[in-house]
Structure formats: C-alpha cells, structure tokens
C-alpha cells in the first residue's frame, strides 16, 4: 500500500474585529477550521466546542466517517447547552475539515463541512470548491436569483444556512475523494473568502511552496485588503511514498511542524 505523507500550516488573524473568534485544527490525519458565531464570548466557545471534539476523535495515522460524525454531534449538542435556555443567546459554528481515512487497504480523504467555511483541493492542475456552502447567497445562486459575483457583496453573505448548534440538527456534508498524492487542499473561514479574490487564493495553493508560508501570506494578504472579519487558514500537502520507502527510516526534514498563533488556533 503507498502511504501519504502530509506537510501543512496554519493561519489565522482577528482582522477588524475585537475577538477572533475562529479556529484552527491541526492534529494530523485531521484539519479543520471553525467560524463561531454568537454574542460575547459564545462564538469563541462554539467552534473551541468544535475543534475541541475533533481533536478527540483523531488518536491514529487515519480517522473514521463515523467518529467525525459522532464528534460533530456531541459539539452540537455543547454548542446547544452554552447559551442557556434564551434562544437569543444561542450560538454556532460553521466547521470545514478533511481527514484521512481507510478503506479495504487504501487511503483516501474524507472532506466535511457545515455552514459556509471552505474546503478547496488543488491536484493535476486542477482548482475546485469541495465543500458546498450553506448560506442564503448560495441558495440565491443555486436558484439563478444572483450571480455568484453579485454573491460577493450581496448584504446577507454572512448568513449561513446551517451550523453546529443552529437549526435543527447536526447535518454536516461528506465527501470522499482519492488520495492522488501531490494534491493541496486548503481549508478556509469566509474572512478569507470575502477578502480575497478567489484567483488571488487559487494562485497562492497553485503556486506551492511551504504550506506555513502559503498559509501566512494568504492570511495576511487578507487582512491587508481590508478584511473586515476573522480569516483563517489551513493548508495541507500530500507527498506520496511508496511502501518500501516507507519502511525506511521517517525523513524528519519531511514533517513540518506549524509555528501556531498563540491565540485563536489549536493543535
Ligand atoms: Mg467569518
């Protein structure tokens, strides 16, 4: 079986808020990014809530479907009990992840998400959205009712459709894809999507490199342009090796640990 080696960095900057409210996971084979939402410190709490949980379910080189699942239902149902009974001081949090799990002796990576954070994945030349977004300006676009350009700037942009601890229940999406080795995903909150260009965001995983560089500079060219939200970042890469290289002695030089930012990210 050929094996997988990840190297990956994370980012994540307050922007013009008073309270970052993002976070980040890096525990591999599990990355996430979670954009709470809430009064006071309940939005902080809700994706702490969320990343805390996955954190949990990730104990070996691979996760399972159904410990992802199980995690992001007993982060709901945190999230649920944070703001007591008063439905006006609910939260939630949107979460955007990717995995790697096995299946009949192969790997692949599983993507999940809920709310309107972004899993992309660059391979064989290839830049595509995984994640769908459940927010209203995606309904609007779905429905021909706007344009995805007008999507940008459309006033109710930062309403999601569904999130961990809102609505009725816990329904996150899944997707399953190959791992093709040499591929790129990253995994993003709408701060950076609302403040970059999506070009702008394709040409910096396209354009490779350290993923904690990639990660900063996407992060921080977000923040320059004005960004008026919390923007975070994961950026992960897949080297392929083969199983007899992979018996060999683990090429330390290979793993690259990320500098966190001690405030607003995990790992
Ligand atoms: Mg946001």
Redesign the pocket.
């Known amino acids: 079986m050929s094996q997988v080696e990840l190297t990956w960095g994370v980012s994540t900057h307050v922007g013009q808020r008073s309270e970052n409210q993002?976070r980040c996971l890096a525990a591999p084979p599990l990355f996430a990014v979670a954009?709470g939402m809430g009064g006071h410190a309940a939005g902080g709490a809700a994706s702490e809530a969320a990343v805390t949980e996955l954190a949990a379910a990730s104990d070996g080189p691979t996760v399972a479907v159904a410990a992802l699942r199980a995690a992001l239902e007993r982060a709901d149902d945190r999230i649920r009990r944070l703001g007591g009974p008063d439905p006006e001081l609910g939260a939630g949090t949107t979460v955007a992840g990717l995995g790697l799990i096995e299946n009949g002796g192969g790997l692949f990576w599983v993507v999940f998400s809920i709310g309107d954070s972004r899993v992309y994945r660059w391979a064989a030349g290839t830049w595509e959205q995984i994640s769908t977004d459940h927010s209203v300006v995606q309904e609007l676009v779905d429905s021909g009712e706007i344009s995805a350009a007008e999507a940008a700037t459309h006033p109710q942009r930062h309403v999601v459709t569904r999130a961990l601890g809102l609505g009725p229940g816990c329904e996150a999406d899944y997707t399953v894809l190959p791992v093709e080795g040499g591929e790129r995903f990253l995994l993003c909150?709408?701060?950076l999507t609302g403040g970059l260009p999506a070009e702008r965001i394709a040409e910096a995983v396209a354009g490779g490199g350290d993923p904690q560089e990639v990660a900063e500079r996407l992060v921080d060219d977000a923040v320059a342009a004005g960004a008026d939200?919390?923007v975070s970042v994961v950026v992960v890469h897949a080297h392929r090796r083969e199983a007899a290289a992979a018996g060999a002695d683990v090429d330390a030089e290979a793993v690259t640990v990320p500098r966190l930012p001690a405030d607003g990210a995990r790992a």
Do not use: A, K
Request: zero cysteines; hydrophobic letters at 0%; proline letters at 0%.
């Open positions: 993002d954009d909150s709408d701060g939200d919390n």
